[in-house]
């Protein structure tokens, strides 16, 4: 990432000057100013105020400027507190990390669902949350398992207990899910079992020990210490990146300074006690960063003309998902593809219990009325959550749970499936 802003720095100023050399060389009376072409006109005043008719090109610059930054700058959160606050919650608590990757993990890195959800309820009051986490649902399954699987420079060797395990109870949050919205409304009662049922996963995560060695003394297998032939530290082949030069150190400077400021590094022996801080710190940092971020792509499509359909099962989807992805390339370039799994569909498991529980519960007890939700689609993104699910677990099984470059791209194949289809429908192509 660092190796990426002087280049990125570069084509924005150049941007930028082409904007402006653009706009001051062409014509500069109103009326012979061409408009330009738009594949999908939003609403007056959505994206066309005067700064942004005026200097167009500059603050396209400044907002592909503010979606790298915000992505680095989360990448940074992630990679030197976010993960080392996780190894230290999973030291005390004594965690094995697939168990920390599919709670305290993709509990952190939900945090922009769950705040996509409360907005959803409580700002705009509309059912927003539920297709964001649908489309992060998916992305969640088959890109950033995906890109684990394809970005990590060795084929990752994952346990077949623990995604059964995580997949079973993904498997109950979706008939969940499916039996609150099938009468179109939300109750505080439905809300809050959700909720409960949220604890009853990590009451089982809590036995996952004892429940690991029963089925192991079933199966009659011994647990072997995994030795890697090749253990990644996040650092092979890249320390050029890690280093990154006088420029790129520069304008990570304001970042750096920022978290170290206000968030502890509990990557030291002096500061380790201070991990559930760093914890804390980093999910704030996580949901401010993402909003910004997603807030920002979703101006330039407008910007662009681009439909919001496509921005939505795309870039805000993406967008919210970005946490679990960096969380989980971290630490499968440290050989923990158990962890980097876990979090992938523990993120589901979140989603889905927390992130609609939470505001749907608190719907009921602050405003004392069930929440109308639109139930016309829930037949067709059921099929499409329990699609995924079984495609990649059945796709993980048939490769042995190994997790190599033609699976990533399967899986990522699944995900163009599902963008394809969400497109089709959405435009009128397709009537289901």
Not at 240 to 268: K, M, Q, R, V, Y
Not at 317 to 325: H, N
Request: with cysteine.
């Amino acid at each position: 990432m660092t190796s990426l802003a002087p280049k990125f720095a570069v084509m924005v100023l150049g941007l930028v000057a082409a904007g402006f050399a653009y706009s001051k060389f062409t014509a500069t009376e109103e009326e012979s100013r061409p408009s330009h072409r738009q594949l999908y006109v939003y609403e007056d005043g959505v994206c066309n105020n005067h700064i942004e008719t005026e200097y167009r090109w500059f603050v396209v610059a400044l907002l592909c400027w503010g979606v790298f930054y915000m992505f680095w700058a989360l990448s940074i959160v992630c990679d030197d507190y976010f993960v080392a606050s996780l190894e230290e919650i999973s030291d005390v608590l004594g965690l094995s990390p697939d168990v920390a990757g599919a709670t305290f993990m993709a509990a952190g890195s939900s945090a922009p669902e769950l705040f996509t959800s409360l907005m959803g309820v409580f700002a705009v009051q509309n059912d927003v949350g539920v297709g964001t986490i649908v489309g992060s649902a998916v992305f969640n399954l088959c890109c950033i398992i995906g890109g684990t699987a394809m970005f990590t420079p060795t084929t990752l060797i994952i346990d077949w207990k623990p995604i059964t395990r995580d997949s079973f109870f993904y498997g109950l949050s979706i008939a969940g899910m499916i039996y609150v919205l099938q009468d179109g409304t939300v109750t505080q009662s439905e809300g809050g079992s959700l909720i409960c049922f949220y604890f009853v996963y990590v009451f089982v995560m809590a036995m996952n020990t004892k429940m690991m060695d029963g089925i192991n003394n079933c199966l009659g297998v011994t647990e072997a210490v995994k030795l890697d032939d090749h253990e990644f530290d996040g650092k092979d082949g890249d320390e050029e990146d890690e280093e990154g030069g006088i420029i790129s150190t520069a304008i990570a400077l304001p970042l750096s300074a920022i978290f170290s400021i206000t968030i502890p590094n509990c990557s030291s022996e002096e500061t380790k006690k201070y991990y559930l801080i760093t914890f804390t710190m980093s999910v704030l940092w996580i949901g401010v960063l993402s909003y910004y971020m997603v807030t920002w792509a979703s101006k330039l499509g407008c910007m662009f003309g681009i439909h919001p359909a496509v921005m939505g099962c795309t870039v805000l989807a993406a967008g919210t998902s970005v946490p679990d992805a960096i969380g989980s390339l971290i630490v499968a370039k440290q050989g923990q593809g158990d962890m980097a799994v876990s979090n992938a569909i523990g993120s589901n498991v979140f989603d889905i219990l927390l992130g609609l529980g939470i505001p749907w519960f608190l719907n009921g007890a602050i405003y004392g009325v069930s929440l109308n939700v639109d139930a016309d689609n829930l037949v067709p993104l059921s099929l499409i959550l329990i699609g995924t699910l079984f495609g990649v677990y059945f796709v993980s099984l048939a490769s042995g749970f190994h997790l190599t470059k033609p699976v990533g791209v399967v899986f990522f194949c699944f995900y163009f499936i599902f963008v394809a289809y969400n497109l089709a429908h959405e435009f009128g192509l397709i009537s289901y």
